[in-house]
C-alpha cells in the first residue's frame, strides 16, 4: 500500500513529466507551447478522462489527502503568478498614446464581452445546467462575457517574444491594450462577485487597502531591493487574505498586491527570472489542479457544443472589436488582423478568471470545463494565424515608398 508521500510525488512525476515529455517529442512548441500542452495535460489527468477511464487508478493517485496538498501549493503559485502580472502593468505608455489604447482596448474587450453575454444568455435558454447555484443570471452573463474577453497578458508576452515583437513597436502597442484591458478584467471580476452581505466588509477592505498601499510606497522607498522582495511576500498574502476575508476572493487581492506595485523597485531581470520559476516550477501544479475540476457530467457532446459555442464568440468578437478599431484610427492595411489574433490568448488569465467564477458557484462545473477547453483552442490558434500576417506585413515594410497611415501605424 502506498504511503500518501509516495502517492503525492507520482501526481507530480505525472505534472512535470507528461507536458514535457508531449511539448518535447511532439515538437508542439509553434501551435502548443508548454504551458499550453501542461494545461492540456492537467485537463487529460482530471476525472473526465483519466477518471473515466481508469477509475481506480485516478482515485487512488488523486486522494483527497493528495489533491489537498496540490490544491495548497496551486493557491500559492496562482497568487504569485497573478502579483507578478499585477506588477507588469505598465499605464504610463498607456497614457502617452491614450487615444489609441481607450479606442482600440476599449473595443477589443467589449465587442468578445458583447458576444460572450449573448452566448451566455444562449446557454441559460438551452438549460439550467451552465449556471452555478448562487449566481444570479446577470452575474452569470458578465462573468461568461468577460471569460470571452480576457487576453493573457503573461502568455502574451511569451508569444511576442517568440515572433521577435516584444522590444518593436507593433509589440509594444498590443502590450497596451492588453493591460488595460488586463485591469477591466479584474474590476469586472470584483463587481460580479460583490456580495451585498458583506458589503461592509468589502467596503473595510477598500480603505484599508488605499491606506496599507500608501504607506507600503513610503516603505518600498527606503529600504533595499533585497528586502523589498521579503516585504512584498508579506504584502501578498496579506491582501490575499483581506480581499479573500471581505468575499472578493484571494486572487483579486493578489492581483491588486501587485497592481499598486511599482515595478521601478525591482531589477527587470530579477523579475523576468522570477516569473519563469513560478511558471516552471509551481504553475503546472496549478494546471494540474485546475484539470482535476473538470466534469462532463451533461455528457461531452454538449460540454464540446458549449465550448464551441464560446471560442466562436471569443475570437469572432475579438476580431470584429480590433478591426472597427483599426477602421476608426486608421490603420495600415493587415494591422487589424494581426493584433486581433495577437489578442486571443486566453490561457491562464482565463483559467484563473474561470477558477474564481467556480469558487464562488457562478459558473457549473461543466461551463468551467467548456470555458478551459475554450482558452486553450485560443491560445493555440494564435502563432499558426500570426505567423503567415507577421511574415506578409513584414515583407510589406520593407517597401519604404508604401505610405505610412496615420497614428495607429507600426513606423514611428
Known amino acids: 500500500m502506498l504511503t500518501t508521500t509516495e502517492l503525492y510525488l507520482i501526481a507530480m512525476l505525472a505534472v512535470f513529466g507528461l507536458p514535457y515529455l508531449v511539448w518535447r517529442l511532439g515538437r508542439t512548441d509553434y501551435y502548443a507551447p508548454l504551458v499550453v500542452v501542461q ?123 517568440k515572433l521577435g515583437l516584444l522590444r518593436q513597436p507593433l509589440g509594444q502597442r498590443v502590450l497596451r491594450y492588453a493591460s488595460l484591458d488586463d485591469i477591466a478584467v479584474w474590476a469586472v471580476l470584483a463587481l460580479v462577485l460583490l456580495d451585498w452581505q458583506r458589503i461592509g466588509r468589502q467596503a473595510v477592505f477598500l480603505v484599508g487597502f488605499s491606506l496599507a498601499a500608501w504607506m507600503l510606497h513610503a516603505l518600498m522607498r527606503r529600504i533595499e531591493e533585497r528586502d523589498r522582495w521579503f516585504v512584498s511576500m508579506i504584502w501578498l498574502a496579506a491582501v490575499s487574505l483581506a480581499a479573500d476575508w471581505c468575499g472578493l476572493h484571494f486572487m483579486v487581492g493578489a492581483f491588486l498586491a501587485g497592481a499598486v506595485m511599482d515595478s521601478r523597485w525591482f531589477d527587470q531581470a530579477r523579475m523576468d527570472l522570477f516569473r519563469h520559476h513560478v511558471l516552471l516550477a509551481l504553475m503546472p501544479v496549478f494546471f494540474l489542479s485546475t484539470g482535476l475540476r473538470t466534469h462532463w457530467s451533461m455528457g461531452g457532446a454538449a460540454v464540446l457544443m458549449a465550448a464551441a459555442l464560446l471560442l466562436l464568440a471569443s475570437v469572432g468578437g475579438k476580431l470584429a472589436g480590433v478591426h472597427l478599431a483599426g477602421r476608426l484610427l486608421g490603420w495600415r492595411r493587415g494591422e487589424a488582423a494581426l493584433i486581433g489574433w495577437l489578442l486571443q490568448t486566453k490561457a491562464l488569465i482565463m483559467i484563473i478568471f474561470a477558477n474564481v467564477l467556480l469558487d464562488k458557484q457562478v459558473i457549473s462545473p461543466d461551463l468551467f470545463t467548456a470555458l478551459l477547453l475554450m482558452a486553450v483552442a485560443s491560445t493555440m490558434l494564435t502563432i499558426p494565424m500570426v505567423a503567415p500576417r507577421l511574415a506578409a506585413h513584414r515583407g510589406e515594410t520593407e517597401h519604404p515608398a508604401r505610405p505610412v497611415a496615420g497614428p495607429g501605424s507600426m513606423e514611428r
Open 39 to 161: 494545461i492540456v495535460c492537467g485537463i487529460l489527468l482530471g476525472p473526465g478522462i483519466l477518471g473515466a477511464a481508469l477509475p481506480e487508478l485516478h482515485a487512488t493517485v488523486f486522494s483527497p489527502a493528495v489533491i489537498s496538498a496540490l490544491n495548497g501549493i496551486a493557491w500559492w503559485a496562482v497568487m504569485l503568478f497573478v502579483w507578478v502580472a499585477g506588477i507588469e502593468l505598465d499605464l504610463h505608455e498607456a497614457w502617452s498614446q491614450r487615444r489609441d489604447t481607450a479606442v482600440t482596448a476599449s473595443l477589443a474587450l467589449g465587442m468578445p464581452l458583447l458576444a460572450g453575454a449573448i452566448a451566455a444568455l444562449a446557454l441559460l435558454a438551452w438549460g439550467g445546467g451552465w449556471i452555478g447555484p448562487a449566481a444570479s443570471p446577470w452575474q452569470f452573463v458578465s462573468g461568461v462575457g468577460m471569460a470571452c474577453a480576457v487576453t493573457a497578458l503573461p502568455i502574451l508576452i511569451l508569444f511576442l517574444e
